[in-house]
C-alpha cells in the first residue's frame, strides 16, 4: 500500500490521483522534444519524488493504471494520447503512431515533413529477470533458530504459528 514519508497510508486510488497530474506534466515535458519518451521507471521515479507517496510494490504493477488516468485525462481534454510517450513492454507500432500526434501538438523541433512515426525498438526496453521454475522452487526461506515458523491459514488468511490448526479460527493448517 502506498504510503507517505511518515510512513501513513494513502490508499491506491488517492495514491493515482496523486500521481496522475504530476505524470501528465511530465509526458508533456517529453512531448514537447521530437522523439523523446519516457521509461516506466523514470516515470515511477518521477510522480512518487514529486508526491511524497511511496509505493511498496514494484512500478510494474501499478503503472499501468497511472496511464489509463492520464490516457482518460486526455481524451477528456481532447489531447492527443501522452500516455503512449511511456514505453511499456507491449510497446507496439500504434503506439508509435500515437506518440507522433503528440509529437505533432507539442514538440518544438518536429521536422519540417511532420515527422514519422519511430519504430519500435524492443532492445530498449529493460527487461525483468526471473529465476528459473526450478530455481524459485529450490529456496526455502531460512528462518533463525529464534524465530517462530509462521504460516498462512488458508480458511482466515490470517498469518499464524506453524501448528496443527489455526491459532485465529481453528481449521486445520496445511502441512509444512
Not at 533458530?145 to 490448526?165: K, L, Y
Request: hydrophobic share 40%; proline share 9%; charged share 25%.
Amino acid at each position: 500500500m502506498p504510503h507517505r514519508a511518515n510512513r501513513t497510508f494513502v490508499t491506491n486510488s488517492d495514491a493515482l490521483t496523486a500521481w496522475a497530474p504530476i505524470a501528465r506534466a511530465r509526458l508533456l515535458e517529453a512531448a514537447a522534444t521530437y522523439r523523446a519518451t519516457v521509461s516506466e521507471q523514470e516515470l515511477a521515479e518521477r510522480v512518487q519524488e514529486a508526491s511524497g507517496i511511496r509505493a511498496d510494490q514494484p512500478a510494474d504493477l501499478w503503472i499501468g493504471k497511472l496511464l489509463e488516468r492520464v490516457a482518460k485525462e486526455a481524451e477528456r481534454r481532447d489531447e492527443p494520447p501522452l500516455a503512449s510517450l511511456c514505453l511499456t513492454p507491449d510497446d507496439s507500432d500504434a503506439r508509435s503512431r500515437e506518440r507522433l500526434r503528440c509529437y505533432q501538438a507539442y514538440a518544438t523541433d518536429l521536422p519540417a515533413d511532420g515527422g514519422s512515426a519511430a519504430p519500435v525498438v524492443r532492445a530498449s526496453l529493460p527487461r525483468r529477470r526471473t529465476a528459473a521454475p526450478a530455481a524459485r522452487a529450490e529456496r526455502r526461506p531460512v528462518v533463525p533458530a529464534n524465530q517462530m515458523r509462521e504460516v498462512t491459514c488458508t480458511s482466515c488468511f490470517m498469518i499464524v504459528p506453524a501448528r496443527d490448526v489455526c491459532t485465529s479460527c481453528g481449521e486445520p493448517l496445511p502441512a509444512a
